[in-house]
């Protein structure tokens, strides 16, 4: 949305805390005659966007609808249809796929939404994910625990904070290192791929994630799943080009979990309204914050594209789990490599201590942020960025990024703004709308144990 601005209003806009009358655009009143107005902030943070996608607009930030295909991107080896979305949904929240635990009598209790479920924005809702082993849900998965009675050598408890699912179309390789996919990014890491045999079906990360994940995390889909659960209808829909002696696989149920997963979007949120021209959408002080977002807190320069992320890796030294006696970790050898990030995957030392830009939507309903989760709020997030002193004592000063201190300082009102912005303006409020009502089953979702049954009001 390239427009031509008047010089005056070049001037006026110079400053991002100059609210003086700005003059309404024409053509942005042509653009946006069938929705409301834009005022003369919204004008000052058109002209933002403008500014920092090169003429490009709103358009570079927009998400497409959920069943736009066509536009949400795409593993060109597992083209997005409507029925294995719907099949990735039941699946993904299905308690059922808990079929492989390592104490038998968890045997049906979790599930890939256990960690990453719509109540905490599609992540965990407490600072370490549990699958097999967890007990209780709470309100957002806040009030899930392991359970005292099993040894915790045996408990799926993750040693890095559960990401959020939101947003994954729009990278093509997954988790904080990057390790799983074998496209893109990942071109040239063949060497690293040894215990991830996987990549090499060249999937991207989300589909690879799918199919690694059933193993990593005790889930089991086969014949015998898909068959006792009544899941062979919805299998031969979503694949009818598979010859049913292939139908019924675990890699097949993953390319339909992962299917389900790009199109979860959270394009409802009011700055996705926004951007598509419902100008009261955002508050006054929400498109403040964004202006600073966008303009002297220089956070679009990680965090762009509609997904608000760039799919790179930085180091901004934040602690990990084993420095908190908040956090449990269980395999220490193997967290040697959790730590180093990027740099554990690659084995490359200018990448340790970098890990992937997270998109930033729906933050406020998880309540952990950061790779070891050591922060529990967004202004937290922001001033430790703005104030540049890594947490991490083991991340060399020569490995922080340089967007980590390179950041002018912001006032108290443009700090508060920018995380009413990030907490309000990017939160998705009908992320429910994802989830199914009812699993073939007919099991508690998206936990099944008893703790989790009556919290959740399955009994």
């Known amino acids: 949305m390239k427009k031509n601005y008047f010089l005056i209003l070049i001037l006026v806009l110079i400053s991002c805390n100059n609210d003086d009358y700005v003059e309404i655009d024409s053509d942005v009143s042509k653009t946006y005659s069938n929705t409301s107005n834009p005022t003369e902030q919204d004008q000052k943070l058109l002209q933002r966007l403008d500014s920092v996608t090169e003429g490009i607009g709103v358009s570079f930030f927009i998400l497409p609808d ?23 949904k039941l699946l993904f929240h299905e308690t059922a796929t808990g079929g492989n635990p390592k104490v038998a009598s968890n045997k049906a209790m979790y599930s890939c939404a256990s960690c990453h479920h719509a109540a905490a924005g599609f992540s965990a809702g ?19 625990i392991i359970d005292p009675s099993i040894p915790l050598n045996l408990v799926d408890i993750q040693p890095i904070r559960s990401p959020t699912i939101l947003n994954v179309a729009y990278q093509d390789v997954m988790l904080w290192n ?81 299917a389900y997963e790009r199109t979860v979007l959270p394009n409802q949120s009011p700055w996705q309204k926004w951007l598509k021209g419902d100008f009261e959408a955002l508050t006054k002080k929400e498109k403040k914050g964004a202006r600073v977002f966008f303009g002297k807190g220089k956070c679009f320069k990680c965090h762009t594209g509609p997904a608000l992320n760039d799919k790179k890796f930085y180091a901004f030294g934040m602690d990990d789990f084993d420095n908190s006696s908040k956090a449990i970790v269980l395999d220490t050898p193997g967290f040697e490599n959790v730590k180093k990030g990027r740099g554990g995957f690659t084995k490359k030392t200018k990448d340790n201590y970098k890990f992937k830009t997270p998109t930033l939507y729906n933050l406020i309903d998880n309540g952990f942020f950061g790779h070891g989760g050591t922060f529990t709020s967004v202004r937290d997030v922001i001033e430790y ?34 995380t009413l912005f990030i907490e309000n303006g990017l939160r998705d409020p009908n992320l429910a709308r994802y989830v199914p009502n009812l699993v073939q089953s007919g099991f508690c979702i998206p936990n099944n144990d008893a703790e989790s049954k009556v919290d959740l009001g399955c009994n």
């Open 385 to 418: 960025k703005i104030n540049g002193t890594p947490q991490n004592p083991e991340v060399p000063v020569e490995r922080l990024a340089k967007q980590f201190v390179n950041v002018q300082e912001l006032t108290e009102n443009q700090i508060n703004n920018l």
């Open 178 to 258: 990057g390790q799983f996919g074998g496209t893109g990014t990942n071109a040239g890491t063949e060497a690293n791929w040894t215990n991830i045999p996987e990549n090499f079906l060249g999937f991207e990360g989300v589909e690879i994630q799918a199919i690694k994940g059933q193993d990593v995390h005790r889930l089991l889909i086969d014949k015998d799943f898909v068959k006792d659960f009544n899941y062979k209808k919805l299998f031969n829909k979503a694949f009818p080009d598979v010859p049913k002696s292939e139908r019924y696989t675990k890699e097949n149920a993953a390319l339909a979990i992962a």
């Open 66 to 88: 959920s069943d736009d295909y066509v536009n949400i991107p795409q593993d060109p080896l597992n083209l997005i249809t409507a029925k294995k979305v719907e099949l990735g």
């Open 126 to 144: 407490i600072r370490q994910g549990i699958g097999e082993a967890g007990s209780g849900f709470g309100i957002n998965g806040n009030g899930r």
